[in-house]
């Protein structure tokens, strides 16, 4: 979803949410009231957005690092099996 296209949906429901009285109120709309709680939960919805991307990235780079070590642990396993197996060897020849 685009930051426009959730704008217009923010605004649209608290247009909508105005509504939701029993008894449709009379009086002045306070559109500046409405504008301030849109804008601030669009904000609040842009951190959200901005703090799971961050999290997903730092996801993906904790994988990425995991993946790594894993990869170099099994080098490691591969040599230390060499030696392992060379150690054997020495020991069944002498």
């Not at 009231?33 to 601030?40: L, P, S, V, Y």
């Not at 999290?55 to 230390?80: M, N, V, W």
Request: aromatic fraction near 8%.
């Amino acid at each position: 979803m685009t930051k426009a296209e959730l704008e217009e949906a923010v605004f649209q429901a608290l247009g909508e949410a105005s509504m939701c009285w029993s008894e449709t109120p009379s009086g002045v709309f306070e559109d500046v009231r409405a504008m301030e709680i849109g804008n601030q939960l669009i904000e609040t919805l842009g951190r959200d957005e901005a703090n799971e991307q961050l999290y997903q990235s730092y996801s993906q780079f904790q994988t990425k690092e995991f993946i790594h070590k894993i990869a170099h642990l099994e080098s490691e396993i591969r040599l230390l099996d060499n030696e392992i197996a060379e150690l054997e060897k020495y020991i069944r020849d002498n």
